[in-house]
């Protein structure tokens, strides 16, 4: 968004923050104030929970967003993140005692007072079959499924725990069988398609197929966002590589995660994720509790501070704040506690990630290694990217350079959707054969650059067209 207005990217380029921060409005931030203070301290993406609110709440939220980006001169994406299965225990009055090797009954709202079955939210006895594991209230109490019969499901407690109405129920040996895009999600999709929306976040994706699905529901619809996966499920973990390549973004839900694997495999799995998002140019969004503790408190703990730094050398994309920033007592501190974080393990331990030559042998591939490394070889100031789809941008994000990288593009969507991509700065203009050329006399004239920096500018035959990008060229600016 580059104009009157003068933009934030009006700094050294050196100092600029390349992980970017997605954080979640709610109760606590739903104001335009709390929004745009939200943004100033750092939120580069903002993320919309489907699972609760109203379509009138949602769009005035979206119109709060857009405003405050255009006041701050700055690209903000907005993700509208499906609820996908409501899997949960359903209502009862006071607490369930569930005593180990006890037989309990799971029914689709269910009155338990008169019949003794345990109501839930969603019909189990539809998906899961006898020998599988169900964990309810978040993994407190672990089952495992004797029987289905005449729409309840049976299952023996492997441990003894309480249970309270409407916590979530995990069933990591169950197969949804490509049903995770539930009638609630299609009207949120279908109301989201008219909207100023730039990604959708599809909830326990268990195969690429379900990528495929939605992405076949937005086009029937001409829904322009761009697809996060989110992967929360063991079978996700089971088909990992084919996701990554079908997704646009993933994002490491890491509660669910840890529920349906194990805690300790989570660090792990986690590298593994962002490694892999890397390998394909997929960016990838770590979430889930990463300052949980500044939900209630003004400082977060050391762990949380070096579970956000580790997330930052390892290579993530974004890092997403949740209930820090939708129900905390401190949203703006912790978007600032994170930024803050970020720009310290940045400074301090820069990241450096190499390929083998063998992984990708494709044009899109060798044209980013070409541009990078005539870049690292002539100390360029920056890389200037004339991009449509915004891919040529995320090509040359994933080798994790330190050279800035400046996109151009002539669709608004596209800058929104770059702002949580690793390490990219983009722009708005015109479709032309100069735009990168016009970028770069328009931030040397603010004194981003100086005379006699240099910079790569990378373009197409045919700006404006997806998948022409051929035309390297060096600048030494005047």
Known sequence: MVGSKQTKFDEKLTSHRRTKVLATIGPATDSYELIHELIESGANGIRLNFSHGTFDERQRQIKWVRKAAEDLGIQVAIVQDLQGPKIRLGDFDGVIDVKKGQTIALELDADFSSSGHIPTQYDLSKKVKRGERIFLFDGRLRTEVTAVKDGVVYAEALNSSSLIKRKGINVPDTDFGGDVITAKDKADLVWGSSQDLDYVALSFVQTAEDIRSLRRHLANMNYKAKIIAKLETQSAMENLDEIIKESDVVMIARGDLAVETAAESIPIMQRKIIGLGMRYATPTIVATQMLISMTEELEPSRAEVSDVATAVLVGADCLMLSDETANGSYPIEAVKTM????????????????????????????????????????????IIAETKSGTTAVNISARRISIPVLAVTDLPTTAHQLALVFGVESFVRPADPSAAVHLSDFLRKHRVFKRGDIVVTVSGKYPGVVGTTDTIKVRMLK
Do not use: C, G, M
């Open 339 to 382: 930024h803050r974080i970020i720009e310290y393990t940045e400074l301090n331990s820069p990241l450096s990630v190499t390929f083998k030559s063998d992984e990708d042998h494709s044009k899109q591939a060798a044209i980013s290694e070409a541009i990078i490394k005539l870049a690292q070889t002539i100390e360029a100031k920056a």
